[in-house]
């Protein structure tokens, strides 16, 4: 229970970083959006598999965890269920465990854990080009303040590492 609940917060934690780098590229793309926006969407320069491939090479490579466990391949799921191909879709969830630890140890922030290990998508539209989602959590950030805050403004440079996809 102890290591679900430090994976969990250490998702949180990540989503906070990987918001934090998306949206100031999200921004820099249309800076006449609002904003906020729950999710923020990137493209990738890269194909689907070389764009899942890079992202959790490069979240390993900063010390993230993406247990294998973690992935979810949403089209072949959903194939299954529905007989309905929606095209490459796959999830990776990953965390920072330490950084997420420092969050859920205080009450206030327990009830994060509902967001956590941080939820990243990679899916291809009908145009053939291949997209990041993610929540906003610096959006998330600047809602909550306080340690929230602080977390996304240590972890989104190393977000904004994790990707440089090309």
């Known amino acids: 229970m102890k290591t679900q609940m430090m994976r969990m ?33 990137v493209p990738s320069p ?3 598999e070389a ?7 490069n ?13 979810v391949d949403f089209q072949a799921n959903l194939m299954k269920v529905t007989d309905t191909d929606i095209g490459p879709n796959q999830v990776l969830k990953m965390c920072e465990p330490f950084a997420a630890v420092k969050l ?3 009450d206030e922030y327990k009830m994060l854990t509902a967001m956590m290990p941080c939820t990243i998508a990679v899916y291809q539209k009908s145009d053939g080009k291949t997209y990041i ?10 809602m909550y303040g306080g340690d929230v805050l ?5 972890l989104g440079p190393q977000m904004q590492q994790m990707l440089k996809l090309d």
């Open 9 to 41: 917060a250490a998702g949180l934690v990540l989503g906070i970083a990987v918001i934090n780098a998306a949206a100031v590229t999200a921004g820099e793309q249309n800076a006449a959006a609002p904003s906020f926006k729950m999710l923020i969407e």
């Open 46 to 48: 890269l194909g689907f």
């Open 51 to 57: 764009t899942l491939e890079r992202l959790e090479a």
């Open 59 to 71: 979240a390993k490579d900063m010390g993230w965890k993406v247990p294998s466990k973690w992935k």
């Open 104 to 106: 859920l140890l205080k």
């Open 133 to 142: 989602s993610m929540m906003n959590l610096e959006a998330m950030g600047q």
């Open 150 to 154: 602080e977390m996304t403004k240590e």
